[in-house]
Every structure is written in C-alpha cells, then in structure tokens.
C-alpha cells in the first residue's frame, strides 16, 4: 500500500516528505532521450573540468624546454666572430613557468669562442656562487671577480675555490646564426647538475 492509498489525515511531516519526494522524481527526465542527453552533458561538464586540471599541468611537462629548461637560442652572427677571441653575448629568450611566458627577457650570458670552424660557448655564471666571470684584460683568462676563480679560455678551471670548470653549452649554425643550447647548472657542485632556467 502507497502511503497515497492511506485514508487517515497525513501529518505536517509526511506532506513535506512526499512533496521532497515530488520534486527529487520530477528532477529525473522522465523521458530516456531527455535522460540520455542530460548524461552526455554531465560527461561532457566532467572531461571539460578534468581538461581544465591537466592541460596545464600537460603543457608544462610538453615544453620544448624539457625539464631543465635547456632550448636552442639565438645569440649571434657567426660572421661577427673574431678567431681565438671570446666575446661575451647576452642570452635572450621566453622566460616560462608553469603557467605564464614572459617573451624576449635577458636568461643570462655567456662567453662565445670561435676556434676555426667551430664556436664554444661558456656560461658566463660562475660555477661558484653565481658571479659574473669577466675576461682578464689580456684576453688570455677568464677570471671571477667575487672570490678570484680563474679558468682558462677553454673553460677548464686553474685556481680558486670553483669547484668545476665553466659550464660549456652547445652550439650550432642556423642560417648564419650560432644557437646555443641554453642550460643552467647548480653553483657550488663539482658535478654537472642542471636545473631549470
Ligand atoms: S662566485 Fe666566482 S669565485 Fe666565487
């Protein structure tokens, strides 16, 4: 027997409980298309919340940086290269996180080297604590004003407290341009230790 089919007055309560009922039965489509489209647009509403959480997360483990961050950059004509003589070049570029890029600022700087047909690039960070290395005024060494490290103009270190050489970076010719691959390593650590940039 329905509680509809009771013949004795119904209290406060069970109007309000049958009423709830009601309305929760008449939410339902009652009508399978309708039902059917109501579940397409709940799955559609579902992928489109779940995209919204991963696509960041998916653009950032895509980018062309890859996890350190190293890219090809532009960051001179190779034309304008004197043999034997290092020129220091600003590094230009995006600066990315996870979710902004800030396009066309300074990443850094490094030491560009032509040696016959072949460049050699240096960071210019030292491999210290991070100060800038400048070339001696003779040209033949590249020296750390902070705490004097001193490296020779193919990287190696000679003295002072660095604990590795100049980070070397690759380098490649694009339609007249040397690109190289910008990486930064972690300060302080005899091993080669990347980390974003
Ligand atoms: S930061 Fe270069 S020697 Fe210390």
């Known amino acids: 027997m329905s509680p509809h089919d009771d013949d004795r007055p119904h209290t406060a309560d069970e109007h309000t409980a049958d009423a709830r009922g009601d309305a929760a039965t008449s939410e339902l489509p009652s009508d399978p298309a309708r ?7 709940v799955a559609a509403g579902s992928a489109a919340y779940a995209c919204a959480l991963v696509v960041p997360a998916a653009r950032f483990l895509e980018s062309p940086t890859g996890p350190g ?5 532009r960051v001179a004509q ?5 043999d034997g003589k290092p020129v220091r070049v600003q590094v230009r570029g995006e600066l990315r996180d996870a979710f902004t890029v800030t396009p066309d600022v300074t990443l850094g700087s490094l030491w560009l080297t032509k040696r016959g047909g072949e460049f050699l690039a240096l960071s210019a960070e030292c491999p210290h604590l991070g100060c800038a290395v400048d070339l001696a005024s003779n040209g033949a060494v590249f020296g750390c004003p902070c705490h004097t490290s001193r490296f020779a103009l193919d990287g190696r270190a000679e003295s002072g407290p660095s604990p590795r050489g100049m980070d070397a970076l690759a380098t490649r010719v694009v339609d007249g341009w040397i690109e190289v691959e910008f990486r930064r390593y972690r ?3 005899a091993a080669r230790i990347e980390v974003g940039s």
């Open 35 to 41: 039902r059917r489209t109501l579940g397409v647009l």
């Open 69 to 73: 961050g190293a890219r090809w950059l």
């Open 78 to 82: 190779a034309a304008g290269l004197e």
């Open 187 to 189: 300060q302080g650590s």
